[in-house]
C-alpha cells in the first residue's frame, strides 16, 4: 500500500476534529488532490471523505457510549458545528438518534472494531439476538461461506454480518453468529436482495477486554443476492489493516431500541438533541 495512503490515514486519525478538506489532505502527501482522491479510493475502499465520516461517526459513537458529555459538547470533539447537522447525519446514518444510541440494549450487543478499541458481545448474546430479530418483511435468501480462521488462534467466537456499505453504521440486515476453528463452514439466512457487503469479526476464546485484538474479514466489493441465485462468500479471518475503517454496528433491533433515563451528568441530553 502506498505510503501516501497510511500517511492520510494517520493524519485522519489523529485530526479528525478539526475542519479536514480534501485538499488539505492532498497537500499532507505532497500529491494532486485529484491523483491523491484516486489512490486513496483504490486502497481502501471508498473515498477520502467517506473515510472521514467513518472515524467521526466512530468516535460519536464511542463517546456516546463510554462518556457522560451532552450531545452538543461530542459535535464539538467530532469535527461538526452544528448540533442538528450531526444530529441528522447521524441518525439517518444509524437508524437511531444520538439520544436513543445510549440504550444499554446498544451498548450491549455492540461489535467495534479500531486500531484502540474492539468490542465483541458474548457468544450467547449474539445467538440471543439473532434468534429474537424479527423476520424480514421481504422476500430473502441465504449466503453461505467458509471462514479460514488460523489455526495456532484456537476457538473463536465469531459474528458475520450483511450489511448495505462497505463501512457501515447501522445494524446489519442479516447476521450470524457462531463459534469457529480453522476452516469453519457458516450460513446466514434472512438476507434481502439486493448488493451487500459481508463482515466478519471474531474474538479468540479467552480474550478478553476493550484492547485485546480481535480478527476480521470483509468482501472487497458487493456481493449480490437475486432469486435463484447460490451466493457463496469465503473469508479469511486476519487481524484488522492498518488503514480499514473503523467499525461500530450495534446487532440490537434499532426499531425497539428505547432511550435510557438520563444518569448524572446526563441532565441537558434530551434538551440538547431536540
Do not use: W
Not at 485538499?23 to 471508498?46: K, N
Amino acid at each position: 500500500m502506498e505510503k501516501s495512503v497510511r500517511q492520510a490515514v494517520a493524519f485522519i486519525r489523529s485530526r479528525y476534529d478539526e475542519p479536514i478538506t480534501l485538499s488539505q489532505l492532498a497537500a499532507e502527501v505532497f500529491v494532486s488532490p485529484y491523483h491523491f482522491s484516486r489512490i486513496f479510493s483504490r486502497a481502501v475502499g471508498m473515498t477520502p471523505g467517506r473515510y472521514l465520516t467513518a472515524v467521526r461517526l466512530f468516535a460519536a459513537k464511542r463517546m456516546l457510549l463510554t462518556t457522560d458529555l451532552t450531545v452538543s459538547d461530542i459535535v464539538c470533539s467530532v469535527g461538526y458545528n452544528s448540533v442538528g447537522t450531526f444530529t441528522s447525519r447521524f441518525t439517518r446514518a444509524v437508524g437511531v438518534s444520538p439520544t436513543q444510541y445510549r440504550s444499554p440494549a446498544v451498548s450491549r450487543l455492540l461489535v467495534a472494531v479500531s486500531h484502540d478499541f474492539s468490542r465483541l458481545p458474548a457468544l450467547g448474546e449474539m445467538i440471543e439476538a439473532r434468534r429474537r430479530r424479527p423476520d424480514s418483511p421481504v422476500s430473502g435468501t441465504t449466503i453461505t461461506g467458509v471462514l479460514d480462521v488460523p489455526e495456532s488462534v484456537g476457538h473463536s467466537d465469531v459474528m458475520v454480518g450483511v450489511f448495505r456499505e462497505a463501512a457501515p453504521q447501522g445494524s446489519p440486515v442479516a447476521f450470524e453468529a457462531l463459534s469457529a476453528h480453522g476452516r469453519t463452514e457458516y450460513t446466514v439466512s434472512g438476507v434481502p436482495y439486493g448488493s451487500h457487503h459481508v463482515i466478519a469479526v471474531a474474538r479468540p476464546r479467552g480474550s478478553e477486554g476493550e484492547s485485546a485484538p480481535v480478527l476480521t474479514a470483509s468482501t472487497r466489493r458487493h456481493v449480490r443476492t437475486a432469486p435463484g441465485l447460490n451466493t457463496f462468500v469465503g473469508l479469511s479471518m486476519g487481524p484488522a489493516n492498518e488503514t480499514a475503517p473503523p467499525l461500530a454496528v450495534t446487532l440490537a433491533e434499532t426499531a425497539s431500541v428505547q432511550t435510557r433515563e438520563p444518569g448524572p451528568g446526563l441532565a441537558g441530553l434530551r434538551q440538547t438533541v431536540a
